[in-house]
């Protein structure tokens, strides 16, 4: 009798530890869902803000080739470090999708064409970068990464100023 009710007791013991398993695995996804998705809304604040918009649109505006963002470098310095610091930011959320931090159908959703755009004129500040690199490391490899599949994505097209 003895035996049998331990093996109850273990048998119970054994489906309420799962059942609180399960719960704190829901508990957990909830979590990081949760996380996720501040993150990202932290990123779209940064995105949005009035400086990372103009050095965006300075970028789309301004520099069509690798001499434009060279003479940009040397002509407009406030300017050229507003576009620097939009790239930056890009690439932080390209590596913030690389790392699984926060989700790339998001943010193809709400940033995939601007990212798409941003990167079109933002090759030839990485081409001009390049050349003061004596590392020959690619600058920015995340806002690389993730533009060269916004643009398979989001194609220009001739409605779209900017592009």
């Given at each position: 009798?003895?035996?049998?009710?331990?093996?109850?007791?273990?048998?119970?013991s054994?489906?309420i530890?799962?059942?609180?398993?399960?719960e704190?695995?829901r508990?957990?996804?909830?979590?990081?869902?949760?996380?996720?998705?501040d993150?990202?809304?932290?990123?779209?604040?940064?995105?949005?803000?009035r400086?990372?918009?103009?050095?965006?649109?300075?970028?789309r505006?301004m520099?069509s080739?690798?001499?434009d963002?060279?003479e940009?470098?040397?002509?407009d310095r406030d300017s050229?470090d507003?576009?620097m610091s939009?790239?930056?930011?890009?690439?932080?959320?390209g590596?913030y999708?690389?790392k699984?931090?926060?989700?790339?159908?998001?943010?193809?959703?709400?940033w995939?064409?601007?990212?798409?755009?941003?990167?079109?004129?933002?090759?030839?500040?990485?081409?001009?970068?390049a050349?003061?690199?004596?590392?020959?490391?690619?600058?920015?490899?995340?806002?690389?990464?993730?533009g060269?599949?916004?643009?398979?994505?989001?194609p220009?097209?001739?409605s779209?100023?900017?592009?």
């Amino acid at each position: 009798m003895v035996a049998i009710v331990a093996a109850v007791t273990a048998i119970l013991s054994a489906g309420i530890a799962g059942l609180v398993f399960k719960e704190s695995r829901r508990t957990q996804v909830a979590s990081d869902k949760a996380n996720r998705r501040d993150l990202f809304l932290a990123l779209h604040e940064r995105l949005s803000h009035r400086d990372q918009q103009r050095g965006r649109t300075i970028l789309r505006e301004m520099v069509s080739s690798t001499g434009d963002a060279k003479e940009m470098r040397g002509r407009d310095r406030d300017s050229y470090d507003l576009m620097m610091s939009s790239i930056a930011m890009l690439d932080i959320l390209g590596l913030y999708v690389e790392k699984d931090y926060i989700d790339k159908d998001v943010v193809f959703d709400e940033w995939g064409w601007l990212y798409a755009r941003a990167f079109e004129h933002g090759q030839h500040v990485l081409n001009e970068r390049a050349m003061y690199d004596e590392s020959r490391k690619s600058p920015w490899p995340h806002f690389r990464a993730l533009g060269e599949e916004a643009i398979s994505k989001h194609p220009a097209t001739p409605s779209q100023p900017g592009g």
